[in-house]
């Protein structure tokens, strides 16, 4: 199993800056692409950024140049530099990991983070 736990979710002003990050711990053989996800009321969960276990990064156009999403392979973290935020982008933020395991054969996983809410007054 795989535990995701995240942090750095709270209540900011327009223009503001928020950081979440995420770590992974539990049976892991390797981290494929790892990911923020949100999810505003009455609306969709969407993908924020992801980045691969390369480096290469993805960013919905809506948060482009305003977030940073970054990696540690060694400590099985990623966090999401939030900069310059909007009222829309208040929602429930989640980790996203897709974990490859190794039990006598290789299967990949997605697993979930809790959920850390980020709110933007305006």
């Known amino acids: 199993q795989v535990q995701l736990v995240e942090s750095g979710g709270g209540s900011v002003q327009a223009g503001g800056s928020l950081r979440l990050s995420c770590a992974a711990s539990g049976s892991i053989f390797s981290i494929n692409a790892m990911g923020w996800y949100r999810q505003a009321p009455g609306k969709q969960r969407e993908v924020v950024a992801s980045i691969t276990s390369g480096g290469t990064t993805n960013y919905a156009d809506s948060v482009k140049g305003r977030f940073t999403i970054s990696r540690d392979n060694a400590k099985k973290t990623v966090d999401l530099q939030m900069n310059s935020l909007k009222a829309e982008d208040t929602a429930v933020y989640y980790c996203?990991?897709?974990?490859?395991?190794?039990?006598?054969?290789?299967?990949?996983?997605?697993?979930w983070g809790q959920g850390t809410q980020v709110t933007v007054s305006s």
């Open positions: 996203n990991v897709d974990v490859l395991h190794d039990s006598g054969s290789y299967y990949t996983k997605h697993y």
